[in-house]
């Protein structure tokens, strides 16, 4: 069974051009999704337990063992992971981006089996549940065996899901975290560091759309104005993890950064970002980015393909967070209206400076031995 998990829903997809095997893997689906056993046996094996250090010895240390437990120490000893983690925290304090969905290892061994089922039993929910279909099967078949299979055994609940927008800061905020090396690494030149800026809602498809040229144009080649300003400047290696726009959260976001830095090269860092932004909002935006970042949207968006996935997910990630959040889930796939509105923005020279009005927080994460 293939599951996806963000930090703000879990996704379980199928896809088969067989009927048959469709309404077969739906069955499944439907079943293992709402009325899974959760039984403590598993809960035991899959979130934690302890167990001791030697197995056949009674007296030796007890350790917290889980496949979850031990999933989520090791990614957490992991800079990337750690980055992405710490920019969640930085630009989303006060909400639940802000925390680890999968899970802090510290935390894991206070959450108890019942508590896993009560959270499933809120939020595994189909009253928070949004269903997805795309083909040519008979879809008055594939909503009879959803209401008889699981809608019509569940009363509404009447909870609030809904995850409000962050607060702006009234200035950048800075936050700093660490995470282990091992004792023989050198120390030098082993931290990270970003600046975020909390941009728009992503219910807003034209706003969206200008992000991810905007993403392109600056990040996508070596001849992409941030990207090299970044890596000429040989402060660091290479973009820091995270870099990139995250149309995850509810609100995007937009990440810079190096690393293999040292943490006083900061300031540094962020200079450079925002002297960059500074000249492109005075300079221009080469014309020629932009007409080859939307031009190979225009390819993606109108290319079908099996390549990574099956096709039929395709407009269901487009549309995703539009559905998710409240918005209209087809105004995401009103490409052409939104690319005809870009080109308006291009002529009037708002582009660039429009699609930077945000807040920046600067994120680091410097290494210590292990």
């Known amino acids: 069974m293939n599951a996806l998990t963000s930090s ?48 056949a010895d009674a007296n030796s240390p007890l350790e917290y063992k889980g496949v979850v437990f031990n999933e989520m120490k090791g990614a957490m000893a992991n800079a990337g992971s750690k980055m992405g983690r710490t920019i969640g925290k930085g630009v989303f304090p ?7 969905s999968g899970g ?68 950048p905020r800075r936050l700093e975290s660490v995470y282990a090396i091992a004792p023989t690494d050198p120390s030098e030149k082993k931290a990270q560091v970003a600046v975020s800026w909390l941009t728009t809602n992503i219910t807003d498809s034209f706003e969206m759309l200008s992000l991810r040229v905007l993403e392109r144009v600056l990040l996508a080649n070596a001849a992409s104005p941030l990207r090299k300003a970044l890596i000429e400047s040989n402060i660091g290696s290479a973009l820091a993890d995270g870099t990139g726009l995250n149309d995850d959260p509810r609100e995007a976001v937009f990440t810079a950064g190096l690393k293999d830095v040292n943490p006083e090269d900061a300031a540094a860092i962020e200079d450079l970002i925002l002297e960059t932004f500074r000249a492109l909002v005075r300079d221009g935006v080469d014309a020629e980015m932009v007409n080859g970042a939307i031009h190979r949207f225009e390819i993606e968006n109108r290319e079908v393909s099996n390549a990574g996935f099956p096709f039929a997910f395709k407009p269901a990630f487009t549309m995703l967070g539009a559905y998710l959040y409240g918005g209209d889930p087809y105004s995401a796939l009103q490409f052409d209206e939104d690319i005809a509105r870009l080109e308006v923005e291009r002529a009037s020279g708002r582009f660039l400076n429009h699609s930077l009005n945000a807040i920046s927080s600067r994120t680091s994460i410097a290494s210590r031995r292990s």
């Open 8 to 55: 703000a829903y879990t996704m379980y997809p199928f896809s088969t051009r067989n009927e048959k095997d469709f309404f077969n893997l739906l069955e499944v689906y439907l079943d293992a999704t709402f009325f899974p056993k959760i039984a403590q046996d598993a809960y035991k094996q899959e979130a934690w337990r302890f167990e001791f250090a030697d197995g």
């Open 94 to 100: 006060d909400i639940t981006y802000g925390n680890n």
């Open 104 to 171: 802090e290892p510290r935390a894991i061994p206070s959450l108890s089996w019942q508590q896993i089922r009560d959270f499933h039993a809120t939020h595994y929910h189909p009253s928070n549940a949004y269903f997805y279909t795309y083909g040519s099967f008979d879809l008055s078949r594939t909503l009879d065996q959803i209401q008889s299979h699981v809608l019509r055994r569940f009363q509404k609940l009447n909870h609030d899901w809904s995850v409000p927008d962050q607060p702006r800061f009234d200035a």
